[in-house]
């Protein structure tokens, strides 16, 4: 059993296009987060959601829509891709996520490519 | 806003060398992890670190908190070719509202 699940693995989509990927834990997380990871390895935090609520929203640009309709789920759809939307995402979930508790470990989903040409 | 920094970007070792990356974040840090990503995989959990000063082992890898709570060290001692990947130290501040803030990595290679 997968603990944190994405779909698509790879994307492939024209400059404009809108999609969307889906991420799924099975953890029992009440915090679920989307980083992106650009050509250089840079981990950077888009958002955060602890039990559906938005709690982190990193100056992401407002193509840029997270929805999660339950704890366990967390999507993220993109509208008018550009070119600097290719990276891979990454999906994670953790026990907690609020600063001044214990964060504990971040479990990250396998990623989904996507390159916009 | 919070910023990680790790160092070096890049090594390269002969496998039997050892090798250390170091982290240092611009704020004090709550807790501070590390994450290992094989190329192609996802990050994987290491290890947390929680106290000043503490010093943790795996085997081969020895993870140090500063004192000050605001630097890291990761050494591993007589890599292997399966110690090959990035290391990501990530630290969560202890301002309200932050999330984990990953540094840039350490790619390490290691040649037999």
């Known amino acids: 059993d997968t603990a944190v699940s994405q779909t698509p693995k790879y994307l492939v989509t024209q400059m404009g296009n809108d999609k969307s990927i889906k991420c799924e834990q099975n953890l029992g997380h009440d915090t679920m987060y989307w980083y992106k990871q650009d050509s250089k390895k840079f981990l950077k935090i888009m958002f955060s959601?602890?039990?559906?609520?938005?709690?982190i929203n990193e100056t992401v640009p407002n193509r840029f829509s997270p929805k999660s309709p339950d704890k366990a789920h967390l999507n993220l759809h993109i509208n008018s891709l550009e070119l600097g939307d290719s990276a891979v995402y990454f999906c994670?979930?953790?026990?907690?996520?609020?600063?001044?508790?214990?964060?504990?470990?971040?479990?990250f989903g396998e990623g989904s490519r996507l390159t916009v040409l | 806003g919070q910023q990680v920094m790790q160092i070096p970007q890049y090594q390269h070792v002969q496998e039997g060398e050892d090798f250390t990356t170091y982290c240092n974040s611009s704020?004090?840090?709550?807790?501070i992890q590390w994450y290992k990503q094989r190329p192609g995989g996802h990050p994987v959990f290491l290890i947390q670190l929680v106290k000043s000063g503490e010093v943790k082992k795996q085997k081969r890898l020895t993870f140090q908190f500063g004192e000050a709570k605001k630097n890291s060290s990761l050494h591993i001692t007589a890599t292997q070719t399966t110690d090959v990947g990035t290391y990501f130290c990530a630290g969560l501040s202890d301002q309200a509202g932050t999330a984990l803030i990953f540094g840039k990595g350490t790619t390490l290679s290691v040649s037999s």
């Open positions: 704020t004090t840090l709550s807790n």
């Open positions: 959601y602890n039990n559906k609520e938005l709690i």
């Open positions: 994670a979930s953790s026990q907690a996520g609020l600063a001044g508790t214990n964060t504990g470990e971040l479990f």
